[in-house]
């Protein structure tokens, strides 16, 4: 049996990281294209350190990664001739940065602007169309270096750093449910022992950690709590789930895209959603629903359909889903037992009428 487990080949992480900029691109080359989030730009500029031993060019980028928006960045990063790719912004700018630079075969920086998902570390982008509607994922290559700047993380929204934590709650429970059906991981062999200590720990540090880091980026601070549940949602989150492999929670997030009104949630927010209703597909210990749904709603994440904005009595969207979820196996083949669309819809009504008792009024 082959094992397999996939990092970054460098992590950087803490208070006014940004500032090394410049030291890391200098570790590749002098000339660096930056990919930067719109919305973001100005913010990123004004951290960047190290400029002064380096030549960079910016591009803002807004949207989605889609195939005619990937073109267009592989054309624009081949014109400038950069020895180094750069990726600053969220999940949308960090994806396709990462897959313009594996086509132009250039050493890529992940500068995540937000702690809203894992995909900073991971060697996959996510293909969508113009619609938001996941179309499947591009194999590219991990990232030379993640840079991740707390200070930063911390003065975005924490609906944001929610998300993250929604997406990285995910990663233990769909690594066991890999471990039990032998699931193959996200480069096609095994999980090995270090993928799942580091998924294990990525929970615990979650759970024991993430309402306090809450509150404290609520408050904009960078404190050692948010520190902590950074590294997990960003690195242990990333390394876990593609070195174990992904299941139902995932599986029923790529469902939801199908639905139009759920393009204006988060990721995180509907994996978390995922993994909720993952604990109705087979019998799960009452402790075990009562405390993620409990962590769920104590941090912010949706316990119930209509805070993904989804009707819970609409029978034919939620099979829509379903039927999304089950397509060619996908995901939902790598749970230990088989599954019907049915199983995912009375899943989902299931988890939106335990989830009731834990709406904060």
Known sequence: MIRSSVFPRRYVQGRSALGLFGQEVARYGKTVFCLVDAVAEQQV???????????????????HCTRA????????MR???????AGFGGGATVDIARAAAYEINRPYICAPTIAASDAPCSGISILYDDAGVMLGRINTRNPDVVLVDTAMIAEA????????????????????????????NVPGERGGLLAQATATLCRDVI???????????????ATPDVDAVVEASV??????????????AHAIH??????PETKKYLHGEKVAYGLLASLFLSAKPDDLRQELFAFCADVGLPVQLAQIGIDPNDDSGLMRVAEKVVQNGGNIANEPFDI????IVVAMKAADNYGKAFVKC
Request: aromatic share 8%; with cysteine; proline share 3%.
């Open 69 to 76: 928006r990937l073109d267009e960045i592989v054309s624009a």
């Open 254 to 259: 790529n469902g939801l895209t199908e639905i």
């Open 157 to 184: 929204p924490v609906r944001f750093f929610v998300a993250g934590i929604g997406d990285g709650l995910a990663t233990w429970y769909e690594a066991e449910s890999c471990r039990q059906s032998f699931a193959r």
């Open 45 to 63: 500029k004004a951290r960047l350190g190290g400029l002064e031993s380096i030549e960079a060019s910016f591009l803002p980028f807004t949207g």
């Open 235 to 248: 690195l242990m989150s990333g390394v876990g789930f593609e070195s174990c492999g992904v299941a139902a």
């Open 79 to 85: 014109a400038s001739g950069a020895e180094v790719i």
């Open 207 to 221: 759970l024991s950690r993430g309402r306090q880091a809450t509150k404290d980026v609520a408050a904009r601070l």
């Open 340 to 343: 019907e669309p049915i199983d």
